[in-house]
Nanobody
Framework: QVQLVESGGGLVQAGGSLRLSCAHS????????IGWVRQAPGKEPEGVAG????????YYADSVKGRFTISRDNAKNMMYLQMNNLKPEDTGVYYC????????????????RGQGTQVTVSS
């Protein structure tokens, strides 16, 4: 089954860092716009970061600008989300996502999505 697989979530104190990773078993990620979507308890999914297949200016939600960095390693067919200075409001399930999108800021509607990894930030 074709799927995205995330790893790297966990429990961290406020101010700490985590690095999320995502791999795809078959499809070359460099063919897609890629990114990360998170869903906090009781809230709608939010696109937090996106990167087009041409690696133009990455998209970041205002809430994570300056703290999160999205990147990809085409040789390893991986994408990453480096999260620094984490805040309790960053808590949620993080999904990597991919699709043929017009722009990186549309990552929330990307059709391919992993199973998610839990990120919990304690105060």
């Amino acid at each position: 089954q074709v799927q995205l697989v995330e790893s790297g979530g966990g429990l961290v104190q406020a101010g700490g860092s985590l690095r999320l990773s995502c791999a795809h078993s078959k499809l070359p990620l460099d063919s897609f716009t890629i990114g990360w979507v998170r869903q906090a308890p009781g809230k709608e999914p939010e696109g937090v970061a996106g990167l087009s297949k041409f690696d133009r200016e990455p998209y970041y939600a205002d809430s994570v600008k300056g703290r999160f960095t999205i990147s990809r390693d085409n040789a390893k067919n991986m994408m990453y989300l480096q999260m620094n200075n984490l805040k309790p409001e960053d808590t949620g399930v993080y999904y990597c996502a991919a699709g043929f999108l017009a722009s990186a800021d549309e990552i929330k509607i990307a059709p391919l999505r992993g199973q998610g990894t839990q990120v919990t930030v304690s105060s």
